[in-house]
């Protein structure tokens, strides 16, 4: 059964770092395209970055450049969100997902969109607040 799971959420301060994991299980990690998504209270979700299945391959949107950073580890079956300099803003509940594809997150600059991915986390809640 293929399943991931995000952890690492919780509660910082605005400017603070925190590290998202996505773990999987159930499947070869190094077959998939691994995005990472956030959804927050009213909105739309949103793709934030993406890594490609070789792990070659790194998109991010406009707003996280610079701050986020994605990376994986196929050996844990774990694809991380490295994220820095946190704002209020940031206050969302963070999934990963994974579609298995050599050429997602390869073809184009952008961030992953959710119709893309094929297989979802649960969630974990990042709450950015002083």
């Known amino acids: 059964q293929l399943q991931l799971v995000e952890s690492g959420g919780g509660l910082v301060q605005p400017g603070e770092s925190m590290r998202l994991s996505c773990t999987v299980s159930?499947?070869?990690?190094?077959?998939?395209?691994i995005g990472w998504f956030r959804q927050a209270p009213g909105k739309v979700r949103e793709g934030i970055s993406c890594?490609?299945?070789?792990?070659?391959?790194?998109n991010y949107a406009d707003s996280m450049k610079g701050r986020f950073t994605i990376s994986r580890d196929n050996a844990k079956n774990t694809v991380y969100l490295q994220m820095s300099s946190l704002k209020v803003e940031d206050t969302a509940v963070y999934y990963c997902?994974?579609?298995?594809?050599?050429?997602?997150?390869?073809?184009?600059?952008?961030?992953?969109?959710?119709?893309?991915?094929?297989?979802w986390g649960q969630g974990t809640q990042v709450t950015v607040s002083s």
């Open positions: 997902a994974a579609v298995r594809s050599r050429v997602a997150c390869v073809l184009t600059n952008a961030p992953p969109i959710t119709g893309e991915y094929d297989y």
């Open positions: 159930g499947f070869t990690l190094s077959d998939y395209a």
């Open positions: 890594i490609s299945s070789s792990g070659l391959s790194t």
